[in-house]
């Protein structure tokens, strides 16, 4: 909450001390959501858009769904698959300055393997997660442009507050293993969970953008940012010793450096091309890990399988789009992650989703947008 309360702070004195010194407004046709520049819509502009997000045995990108279980034998089936949904709001509020919104909801398969769920019913087979983001972009740059169609170069300041979020993912132990001869039948069976799966976390960057041509415009950005996050395991079981052989924490706090570019084509007035990288490392990592080793913990969920080594990403994300009329366009993107959500969802790295934290991931998108300047 204090963290929270401090962006909004700093985005409202942004606000006033930035509103007089630019008028920057993206060129018109160019799309804003889900890509980075140092352009803005106009003051009481918006552009709203909704997106689909799949990856499954027809939808597999670049083949990356097969990789989680390459070298993974706890999970099987069709573990990697994922569905999902966003919607992305961008506000221009005054000259130079906008606000926006994300909200992604997505859930991602993992179905564990029988050798690893022995003596377990009920087991959840999907890991859902909320993730929000939320801030503002200050134009406080920009060269004179007589022609709304044409690049110009423009820099920015953007601020942004992430949060991610899963839901506990667990399952019914139906005995309790002690040793080879020692095996207690429970009844009813008791639920355990992996839990406390969530993060949060802020980032400031500055963005510089520039025109190639009538038509094309190149973006640089680099920034800094912190983030914590949090995951556990914890039990129903009555008897305090069991549920503490149970109970593991696994927190982390972390910093994180950005840099990227982007390049935004219009082929045609209708039809843009935006592709973009961004390179993230983690630095300054403090993590507070209590795991245990008690036969008593599913293996898959098991603290030895926290996987903190990866302290970078590299992501890539390109989009085709079509105006379907000056105010409605759809569009097809990918995007694509060199070692799964390192960075972007930092609770991932917990005991289940951590043993592949290391893979390959992506997903492809369907979008669906509007863009409209305010009511008169």
Known sequence: MERTTLLATAISLSTLSLSSLAQAQQPSGWIGNGHTSAYTLGAGEFELSGSLLRVDDTIDFLDLREEVLA?????????????????????????????????????????????????IADLDEKLQTTSTSWGGKFVFYQTANPVPQR????????????????????????????????NIRLDPPQRFSLDRMKDDGWQAQLIFTHGLGERVALSYWAGYGEQDSSSGTSTELEQPSLRNAFLQTFDVSEELLTAGVSLNWQITPRLPLQIGYEYIN?????????????????????????NASADNNHTLYGSLNFWISPHIYTGIAGKLFRNQYTGIMPHFNNPLSGSFSDITYGHLELTLGVKFAALQ
């Open 151 to 182: 690049p110009w170069t423009s820099a920015a300041l953007q601020v942004k507050y992430t949060e991610n979020e899963s839901d506990d993912f667990g399952g019914f132990l139906e005995s309790l293993s002690f040793s080879p001869t020692v």
């Open 71 to 119: 070298n993974n034998n706890r999970l099987t089936d069709n573990s990697g698959d994922l569905e999902g949904s966003r919607g992305d709001l961008r506000v221009g509020i005054w000259r130079g300055i906008e606000l926006f919104y994300s909200r992604q909801q997505q859930d991602l398969t993992l179905k564990v393997a029988p050798n690893s769920r022995v003596d």
């Open 282 to 306: 983690i630095r300054n990592r403090d993590a507070v890990i209590n795991s245990s080793s008690s036969p008593l913990v599913p293996s898959f969920l098991r603290g030895t399988n926290l």
